[in-house]
C-alpha cells in the first residue's frame, strides 16, 4: 500500500505524544488507501512502429464533478508481483507528457499542455490547473520476452502490466479500463477475455489496476489455440512458436490436461470459469520464464517445441504454474498484494509460495501420469544434492532466504557478490522442507493426514472464508506462524521444533526420519569425480573455462583464485569447462596440483592443495526392509489414492 508522505517540522515533532503520532500515521494510511475514488482511469494502449519497440500508452483521467485536486501522481512500479527483484521500469518510460482535456476518440483535438514535474525516480507530478479532466501520454521501450518485463517488435507484441502501465497514485483501488489498438491483422488474447469466440474484443474493465497488471496480453498474427473442460472449467492452450512443433502440440495439450486434473483433484475445484496458459516457444536460446497470474499463466521455452527436452521442461512450468492458482494467487503470505511498488518486497512465506509449489509441481506429474516414482525420486535426489553441497544452506534459513528475495530473484548486481557462497534459494529449499513435512505428517498420522490437507486447510481459512482485508482479492494473506498454527492442527502434533530447526534455522533437515515412514532412505555417496577444488564455473561464459564462484576455506581460495580468473592449464595440460572435473579426478587427496589462470592483462601460476573429496550425490533409495504398510503409504502419496 501507499502511505502519503507527510511533512513536519522538527520541532512540532518533538512535542508530539507517541500516541498521536500512532495516530497520525494510521489516518495518513487510510486516507492514501481511501481517496476518493475517481470518477474514470481509462488506459489505452497503442503500438503504430513494432520496430521501434514503443509501446504508446494514454492514460485519460475524469475527476468527480465534486472534487478537487491540485495535482495527480503518476507511478511506474519499481518491480512486479511474482518476480522480486527490484528492476525500476521508469527506466524504460519516455516523452511524457499531460494535456488538459480528454479527446474523443478518432477526433482530433489540441488539448493545452499542463505542467509536469519529476518528483523522483518513479513518479510524474501533473498539475490540474482547475480542470476535471486529464490525458496522459507516453511511451515505454520493451523488448524483452519474458513473465516480468513486455516485448514489442514486428513479430508480435507481449506485454506485462507492471512494466508498462503506471498507476494513479493513491488511486490503485479505483476501476480501471484498458482499450488495445492492435496493428493491422494482429489478434488479441489474454486470460480476461469475454469476447473470446468472436476473436476481437479490444476493451476490458478491471476491479483495480493490480487485477489489470495481473493480465499478461499476446498479441500477434499467428497464434494458435486449443481447449479442453475439466469439471465445467474451460482451459485454453495458447502457443506462439517461433520455431518448429514437430507435430508434439496436440500432445502437449493432452498432457496439460492430465496435469489440470490431477492438481483439481487435490484442491477442487477452482473459482474461475475459464483459465489461459498463454506459451512461447522462444526459440532464441535465452528467453525463459514463467508467471502465474489469477486466470492465466505466462510461460516462454527458450528452444522449439520440436527440440529434446522442451516439451517435458514445458510441461514442468505447465505443473508448478498452474498449482500456484491457489499456492500463491489466492492463498497468500501477507504482503502479497495489495502491493506498495516504491519499496522491495519483505516477505518471509516464500518458502511456501514459492517452495512448495516446487514440490507439488513435481509430485503432480507423478500423480498426472506423467512420470514414474523412480523419475520423482530422482528429481528430489537432485534437489537434495545441490541444497546439501551449497555452502549457503549452513549460513542461511528458509525464511532468511524469502527475505532475501529482491537480491536473488533475478535481481541485477552492479557490484561483485558473495551471494554465492552465503544464500540459498527458498525454491530448493523450501522443495525440500515441503518433501519432508508431507511425509512426517503422513507417518506421524499413519497416512491420516498430510501436506495436502494443510493446504486445503490454509486455503479454505485464509481465502475462501475470512473477510476481505483488502480492495484487491478476497479472504486475507497468512503469516508463517498461521502457516505453522495450521500445520500443527491438521497433523495433531507440535511443529514447533520442526519449524524452529528447519525453517528458521538451518539444521539438516531429517530426510531419514520422513523418507523411512514411506520405505524409502537418503544416501550420501561420493561422486565419481569427487574434486571440485572449490572452483565453480561460470557456465554463462561459453567462451572460455571462466570461474565464477570460489568456495570459502578451498583449495582454489588457499591458492588465490578468484571469481573471474580464466583457467588455461591444469597440470601443465590444456583443460576445458567439460573436463575440469575429470582432470582433477586424476589426483588424490593431498596432491600438489599447478594450475594457471589468466587475471586482467596477466598470466598467474598457482598450485591447488587438495583436500578430502568435496563433491558427494544424494540418491534416494528403496529400504531393504521396507514393509508393506511403508509400501502403501508410499503409494497413496505419490499417487494420492
Given at each position: 500500500?501507499?502511505?502519503?508522505?507527510?511533512?513536519?517540522?522538527?520541532?512540532?515533532?518533538?512535542?508530539?505524544?507517541?500516541?498521536?503520532?500512532?495516530?497520525?500515521?494510521?489516518?495518513?494510511?487510510?486516507?492514501?488507501?481511501?481517496?476518493?475514488?475517481?470518477?474514470?482511469?481509462?488506459?489505452?494502449?497503442?503500438?503504430?512502429?513494432?520496430?521501434?519497440?514503443?509501446?504508446?500508452?494514454?492514460?485519460?483521467?475524469?475527476?468527480?464533478?465534486?472534487?478537487?485536486?491540485?495535482?495527480?501522481?503518476?507511478?511506474?512500479?519499481?518491480?512486479?508481483?511474482?518476480?522480486?527483484?527490484?528492476?525500476?521500469?521508469?527506466?524504460?518510460?519516455?516523452?511524457?507528457?499531460?494535456?488538459?482535456?480528454?479527446?474523443?476518440?478518432?477526433?482530433?483535438?489540441?488539448?493545452?499542455?499542463?505542467?509536469?514535474?519529476?518528483?523522483?525516480?518513479?513518479?510524474?507530478?501533473?498539475?490540474?490547473?482547475?480542470?476535471?479532466?486529464?490525458?496522459?501520454?507516453?511511451?515505454?521501450?520493451?523488448?524483452?520476452?519474458?513473465?516480468?518485463?513486455?516485448?514489442?517488435?514486428?513479430?508480435?507484441?507481449?506485454?506485462?502490466?507492471?512494466?508498462?502501465?503506471?498507476?494513479?497514485?493513491?488511486?490503485?483501488?479505483?476501476?480501471?479500463?484498458?482499450?488495445?489498438?492492435?496493428?493491422?491483422?494482429?489478434?488479441?488474447?489474454?486470460?480476461?477475455?469475454?469476447?473470446?469466440?468472436?476473436?476481437?474484443?479490444?476493451?476490458?474493465?478491471?476491479?483495480?489496476?493490480?487485477?489489470?497488471?495481473?493480465?499478461?496480453?499476446?498479441?500477434?498474427?499467428?497464434?494458435?489455440?486449443?481447449?479442453?473442460?475439466?469439471?465445467?472449467?474451460?482451459?485454453?492452450?495458447?502457443?506462439?512458436?517461433?520455431?518448429?512443433?514437430?507435430?508434439?502440440?496436440?500432445?502437449?495439450?493432452?498432457?496439460?490436461?492430465?496435469?489440470?486434473?490431477?492438481?483439481?483433484?487435490?484442491?477442487?475445484?477452482?473459482?474461475?470459469?475459464?483459465?489461459?496458459?498463454?506459451?512461447?516457444?522462444?526459440?532464441?536460446?535465452?528467453?525463459?520464464?514463467?508467471?502465474?497470474?489469477?486466470?492465466?499463466?505466462?510461460?516462454?521455452?527458450?528452444?522449439?517445441?520440436?527440440?529434446?527436452?522442451?516439451?517435458?521442461?514445458?510441461?514442468?512450468?505447465?505443473?508448478?504454474?498452474?498449482?500456484?492458482?491457489?499456492?500463491?494467487?489466492?492463498?497468500?503470505?501477507?504482503?502479497?498484494?495489495?502491493?506498495?511498488?516504491?519499496?522491495?518486497?519483505?516477505?518471509?512465506?516464500?518458502?511456501?509460495?514459492?517452495?512448495?509449489?516446487?514440490?507439488?509441481?513435481?509430485?503432480?506429474?507423478?500423480?498426472?501420469?506423467?512420470?514414474?516414482?523412480?523419475?520423482?525420486?530422482?528429481?528430489?535426489?537432485?534437489?537434495?544434492?545441490?541444497?546439501?553441497?551449497?555452502?549457503?544452506?549452513?549460513?542461511?534459513?528458509?525464511?532468511?532466504?524469502?527475505?532475501?528475495?529482491?537480491?536473488?530473484?533475478?535481481?541485477?548486481?552492479?557490484?561483485?557478490?558473495?551471494?554465492?557462497?552465503?544464500?540459498?534459494?527458498?525454491?530448493?529449499?523450501?522443495?525440500?522442507?515441503?518433501?519432508?513435512?508431507?511425509?512426517?505428517?503422513?507417518?506421524?498420522?499413519?497416512?491420516?493426514?498430510?501436506?495436502?490437507?494443510?493446504?486445503?486447510?490454509?486455503?479454505?481459512?485464509?481465502?475462501?472464508?475470512?473477510?476481505?482485508?483488502?480492495?484487491?482479492?478476497?479472504?486475507?494473506?497468512?503469516?508463517?506462524?498461521?502457516?505453522?498454527?495450521?500445520?500443527?492442527?491438521?497433523?495433531?502434533?507440535?511443529?514447533?521444533?520442526?519449524?524452529?530447526?528447519?525453517?528458521?534455522?538451518?539444521?539438516?533437515?531429517?530426510?531419514?526420519?520422513?523418507?523411512?515412514?514411506?520405505?524409502?532412505?537418503?544416501?550420501?555417496?561420493?561422486?565419481?569425480?569427487?574434486?571440485?577444488?572449490?572452483?565453480?564455473?561460470?557456465?554463462?561464459?561459453?567462451?572460455?573455462?571462466?570461474?565464477?564462484?570460489?568456495?570459502?576455506?578451498?583449495?582454489?581460495?588457499?591458492?588465490g583464485l578468484q571469481a573471474g580468473d580464466e583457467i588455461i592449464a591444469l597440470g601443465k595440460k590444456n583443460v576445458t569447462r567439460e573436463n575440469l572435473l575429470v582432470s582433477l579426478a586424476r589426483y588424490k587427496t593431498g596432491d600438489r596440483v599447478s594450475i594457471t589462470v589468466k587475471r586482467d592483462r596477466r598470466t598467474i601460476q598457482a598450485t591447488l592443495l587438495l583436500g578430502e573429496p568435496d563433491r558427494f550425490e544424494y540418491r534416494i533409495d528403496e529400504r531393504k526392509d521396507a514393509t508393506p504398510q511403508q509400501k502403501t503409504l508410499r503409494a497413496a502419496?505419490?499417487?494420492?489414492?
Open positions: 500500500m501507499l502511505i502519503m508522505k507527510r511533512t513536519f517540522k522538527l520541532l512540532r515533532l518533538r512535542r508530539l505524544t507517541p500516541l498521536l503520532l500512532l495516530v497520525i500515521a494510521l489516518s495518513s494510511t487510510a486516507f492514501a488507501q481511501h481517496d476518493q475514488p475517481l470518477r474514470s482511469i481509462t488506459y489505452r494502449l497503442a503500438m503504430s512502429r513494432p520496430v521501434s519497440h514503443l509501446f504508446e500508452v494514454t492514460i485519460e483521467i475524469e475527476l468527480a464533478k465534486d472534487a478537487a485536486a491540485k495535482s495527480l501522481d503518476f507511478q511506474m512500479p519499481k518491480w512486479s508481483p511474482g518476480r522480486y527483484a527490484v528492476f525500476d521500469f521508469a527506466k524504460n518510460v519516455q516523452q511524457f507528457e499531460a494535456l488538459g482535456g480528454i479527446c474523443p476518440v478518432e477526433a482530433k483535438c489540441k488539448l493545452p499542455a499542463f505542467p509536469v514535474s519529476r518528483v523522483d525516480d518513479q513518479t510524474w507530478r501533473v498539475a490540474m490547473m482547475n480542470t476535471h479532466n486529464l490525458t496522459i501520454r507516453y511511451k515505454v521501450f520493451g523488448n524483452d520476452l519474458s513473465g516480468t518485463f513486455s516485448q514489442l517488435d514486428t513479430r508480435h507484441a507481449n506485454f506485462n502490466g507492471g512494466s508498462v502501465f503506471m498507476y494513479v497514485v493513491n488511486h490503485k483501488p479505483d476501476p480501471v479500463k484498458l482499450v488495445i489498438e492492435p496493428p493491422a491483422g494482429w489478434r488479441i488474447i489474454n486470460g480476461r477475455m469475454v469476447q473470446r469466440d468472436r476473436g476481437d474484443q479490444r476493451e476490458w474493465q478491471f476491479p483495480n489496476y493490480d487485477v489489470m497488471i495481473d493480465t499478461p496480453t499476446e498479441i500477434a498474427p499467428d497464434w494458435s489455440e486449443d481447449q479442453f473442460e475439466v469439471d465445467g472449467k474451460r482451459y485454453h492452450v495458447i502457443i506462439h512458436s517461433f520455431g518448429a512443433e514437430g507435430g508434439k502440440r496436440a500432445g502437449l495439450v493432452r498432457d496439460i490436461e492430465k496435469i489440470v486434473r490431477a492438481e483439481t483433484a487435490m484442491w477442487g475445484a477452482p473459482e474461475f470459469d475459464s483459465y489461459t496458459f498463454l506459451i512461447h516457444f522462444a526459440a532464441d536460446d535465452h528467453s525463459g520464464d514463467g508467471m502465474e497470474h489469477l486466470t492465466s499463466t505466462q510461460i516462454i521455452e527458450p528452444g522449439a517445441l520440436s527440440e529434446e527436452g522442451v516439451y517435458a521442461s514445458a510441461l514442468d512450468t505447465v505443473a508448478h504454474e498452474f498449482f500456484h492458482v491457489w499456492n500463491v494467487k489466492r492463498l497468500r503470505p501477507v504482503e502479497l498484494g495489495p502491493w506498495d511498488f516504491t519499496r522491495p518486497l519483505n516477505t518471509r512465506g516464500l518458502w511456501i509460495a514459492e517452495g512448495f509449489t516446487n514440490y507439488y509441481g513435481h509430485l503432480m506429474k507423478r500423480r498426472a501420469g506423467l512420470s514414474d516414482d523412480k523419475a520423482f525420486l530422482r528429481r528430489e535426489s537432485q534437489t537434495i544434492t545441490a541444497i546439501e553441497n551449497a555452502p549457503g544452506s549452513s549460513l542461511m534459513s528458509a525464511e532468511d532466504s524469502s527475505l532475501a528475495a529482491p537480491s536473488l530473484d533475478g535481481a541485477p548486481h552492479a557490484q561483485q557478490t558473495n551471494l554465492a557462497n552465503t544464500s540459498i534459494s527458498y525454491y530448493p529449499k523450501g522443495e525440500l522442507i515441503g518433501l519432508v513435512l508431507d511425509l512426517i505428517i503422513r507417518g506421524k498420522t499413519n497416512g491420516k493426514a498430510s501436506l495436502d490437507d494443510v493446504m486445503r486447510r490454509m486455503y479454505e481459512e485464509f481465502y475462501l472464508k475470512s473477510p476481505n482485508a483488502s480492495y484487491y482479492l478476497r479472504g486475507r494473506g497468512y503469516s508463517t506462524d498461521d502457516f505453522q498454527r495450521v500445520a500443527t492442527e491438521v497433523a495433531g502434533f507440535d511443529l514447533s521444533e520442526f519449524f524452529s530447526s528447519y525453517v528458521r534455522d538451518v539444521q539438516v533437515l531429517p530426510y531419514n526420519e520422513a523418507l523411512g515412514f514411506v520405505g524409502l532412505a537418503l544416501i550420501r555417496e561420493q561422486a565419481r569425480q569427487p574434486f571440485s577444488a572449490g572452483i565453480v564455473v561460470d557456465w554463462q561464459d561459453p567462451e572460455s573455462l571462466t570461474i565464477g564462484v570460489v568456495r570459502p576455506n578451498s583449495p582454489a581460495e588457499n591458492a502419496w505419490l499417487t494420492s489414492s
